[in-house]
């Protein structure tokens, strides 16, 4: 059974950084590509970014270019996402993918 | 870039009556690999994460019950539900991951 468990998020302020990772299970890591979502409160879900098995290519929506990275640990069957210069726009739960499955969500709130 | 186009954005039905959503890709989400449309269903409730209830456009996902079910191939799709149920009052987004992740606006089931 595919397992993916969230962790990381919390309140930031405008700004500040956080580093959330994924761990997964129950299906080959090394050989998905793997992706973060995001839900922002009320709104329906926006891909963010996803990477491909070995790492070599990544890909992210225009608002978060320059300000977040993926990566990946194949050997440890982890995914991150580092977020730096968070806005209160990037509020949201956070979700890690292995498409079309999904992870139970971690909450990112970036407030003063 | 792909747009996924739901309709109706929000849906009344009767207790026990059919209830239909509609899907629809910009591109074709056919996979030619395994001749397999890369097109899921989600059911999202309050303060939930969202709920797979269809992959592979029509492939149930265990536990989910059959009144559910997913059609269509290429560029339209559509969830049903066959009989509703009160448990069923939740928001449905449609999601292709045939290239990246792109969702539906949503569609908000409630009882008439």
């Avoid at chain 1, 995001?38 to 070599?56: F, L």
């Avoid at chain 2, 290239?99 to 008439?112: A, D, N, Q, R």
Wanted: with cysteine.
């Amino acid at each position: 059974e595919v397992q993916l468990v969230e962790s990381g998020g919390g309140l930031v302020q405008p700004g500040g950084s956080l580093r959330l990772s994924c761990a997964a299970s129950g299906f080959t890591f090394s050989n998905s590509w793997m992706a973060w979502v995001r839900q922002a409160p009320g709104k329906g879900p926006e891909w963010v970014a996803n990477i491909k098995p070995d790492g070599s290519e990544k890909y992210y929506v225009d608002s978060v270019k320059g300000r977040f990275t993926i990566s990946r640990d194949n050997a440890n069957n982890s995914l991150f996402l580092q977020m730096n210069s968070l806005r209160a726009e990037d509020t949201a739960v956070y979700y890690c993918i292995v498409a079309p499955r999904w992870g139970q969500g971690t909450l990112v709130t970036v407030s003063s | 870039d792909f747009v996924m186009t739901q309709s109706p954005d929000s849906l009344a039905v009767s207790l026990g009556e059919r209830a239909t959503i509609n899907c629809k890709s910009s591109q074709s989400v056919l996979y030619s690999f395994n001749n397999k449309n890369s097109l899921a269903w989600y059911q999202q409730k309050p303060g939930q994460p969202p709920r797979l209830l269809i992959y592979w456009a029509s492939t149930r996902e265990s536990g989910v019950p059959d009144r559910f079910s997913g059609s269509g191939s290429g560029t339209d799709f559509t969830l049903t539900i066959s009989s509703l149920q009160a448990e069923d009052v939740a928001v449905y987004y449609c999601h292709q991951y045939y290239s990246g992740l792109t969702f539906g606006g949503g569609t908000k089931v409630e009882i008439k």
